[in-house]
């Protein structure tokens, strides 16, 4: 019984293919929270997949309505736990089974959403990536990990939510209600990319993340041009010069208001040198975009972004000689611990007022939004992580203070009280919500091999570092 003897066992459950396998099968079950039309898929995911794996590892486990859900079988949770003694230390852990909409005939030739194509290193298929793959490796390296020792000298529980991709509605709630259930010392998840398939990554929490809309409706319907222009109000060009009052030609933020106090000096420090935009599959960095003064690390991981997602006015398929009366756009801000989120919308409207636009509404809109966390990288548990992956892989991972999107981690970190830990088995280009989403094949097995590790140190060294916190 050794480490060693883990990681190989992970590494061979991968080389036999049985990793490969067993997440075709998960694959397989399109599990869409974004309509109505496969919340039946989500509790298919639960009962046919989880349930088998999570019973053949000594699990007990209970599937939930949710809380907040209008309709029966919308976005459920499952908690499963392992309890070995109540004296050993517990670690929540965490994923989602739900994907978003497959966008079947934009895959390349060849591919299919619902069932994995192996070309070389890509594994493609919807969920190879977010997040059937990601908690899937999790779960292997455990399994591994208790075979080889027949206990695994801590105690697990698990919650998997089914309706991540539509805002995780009702996660909050059913982690409040459920608070004393998943009582943990620690939480290990795996969500979101590295920063680089090369570099194995420790997150520690997220931005947040605020979704809304502007909009002017000036009248009912539209005016010739020829007849009317110069003397009715276009409700677009308003629309256009409120957003620049907003954000400039260049994207730096104009509002006081929506951006963070400071950028720490710790995380600062952390995210130097952190290499964005290097992948062969990634976009060319603009470099002149953003904050003036940051780093594009900084800029992604240590402060606020605005962005425009969509924008509407007149009939752009079919673009007609007339004014238009009314426009919208829908927004999002990303934002770093530090920021004023709670009132970002007053300050929006405090804005528009001031420089002239009270034609123009302002309102919340869209996904649920998402709060940003940070555990402080100064925790033992973060050195503790970086040692376990160093001394596994041989490589100095990567440790990002938050990633650069959003996850549901203030769940976790605020309501639940725990250290977050995210050690995603991602990486930036692997086109998670859009066609030929895929996973690396070699990410997955280095993935495999560190949770291997990092669950075996959790046995000998993690009530220390519990101590040591005390």
């Known amino acids: 019984m050794s480490r060693e003897k883990a990681i190989e066992a992970a590494s061979d459950y991968f080389n036999q293919g049985e990793f490969l396998k067993d997440l075709q099968s998960r694959i397989e079950i399109d599990s869409v929270s974004q309509d109505n039309h496969h919340f039946d898929k989500l509790n298919d995911y639960l009962t046919q997949q989880m349930v088998p794996l999570l019973e053949s590892m000594g699990f007990t486990w209970e599937i939930y309505e949710n809380p907040v859900a209008q309709e029966a079988g919308a976005w459920p949770f499952l908690i499963a736990e392992r309890i070995e003694s109540e004296d050993l230390l517990t670690v929540l852990s965490y994923g989602h089974g739900d994907v978003v909409n497959g966008y079947d005939d934009q895959w390349k030739d060849g591919l299919s959403p619902w069932s994995i194509k192996v070309e070389g290193n890509h594994w493609y298929g919807r969920g190879t990536a977010d997040n059937k793959g990601q908690h899937s490796i999790n779960l292997a390296a455990l399994q591994q990990v208790l075979k080889i020792r027949g206990s ?51 997150f520690l929490g997220s931005r947040g993340s605020l979704n809304f809309d502007l909009r002017v409706n000036l009248r009912p319907g539209s005016y010739h041009s020829g007849n009317w222009g110069g003397l009715l109000a276009n409700a677009g060009t308003r629309l256009i010069h409120a957003w620049a009052s907003l954000v400039d030609a260049k994207g730096k933020i104009l509002v006081p208001g929506l951006l963070p106090h400071e950028l720490p000096a710790a995380v600062r420090a952390a995210i130097r040198g952190i290499p964005v935009g290097t992948g062969p599959s990634d976009p060319e960095i603009d470099a002149s975009w953003g904050e003036p003064g940051l780093t594009p690390s900084e800029r992604v991981f240590g402060w606020n972004t605005l962005e425009l997602l969509a924008c509407q006015t007149g009939n752009p398929q079919a673009p007609a000689n007339a004014i238009p009366g009314s426009a919208s756009l829908h927004g999002q801000i990303r934002y770093v611990v530090g920021s004023d989120s709670e009132h970002f919308i007053e300050i929006i409207r405090d804005h528009l007022d001031r420089n002239g636009f009270d034609d123009v509404d302002v309102f919340a809109c869209g996904v649920t939004k998402m709060e940003a966390t940070r555990l402080d990288p100064t925790d033992p548990w973060v050195s503790w992580a970086l040692d376990s992956i160093r001394r596994t892989t041989d490589v100095e991972p990567t440790l990002l203070p938050n990633l650069g999107g959003s996850i549901p981690n203030n769940v976790f970190s605020q309501i639940l009280g725990l250290p977050t830990l995210w050690i995603p088995h991602s990486y930036p280009a692997c086109l998670q919500h859009g066609p030929n989403e895929h996973l690396l094949a070699s990410v997955a097995l280095q993935g495999l091999k560190m949770m291997a590790g990092i669950f075996w140190d959790l046995a000998e060294t993690g009530q220390a570092v519990k101590d040591s916190r005390l």
């Open 152 to 202: 695994l000298g801590f105690n697990v529980k698990l919650i998997l939510e089914m309706g991540e991709e539509a805002g995780s509605p009702g996660l909050a709630e059913f982690c409040q209600l459920h608070q004393a259930q998943l009582k943990a010392d620690l939480f290990i998840g795996s969500d979101g990319p590295r920063v680089g398939a090369e570099y194995p990554t420790v």
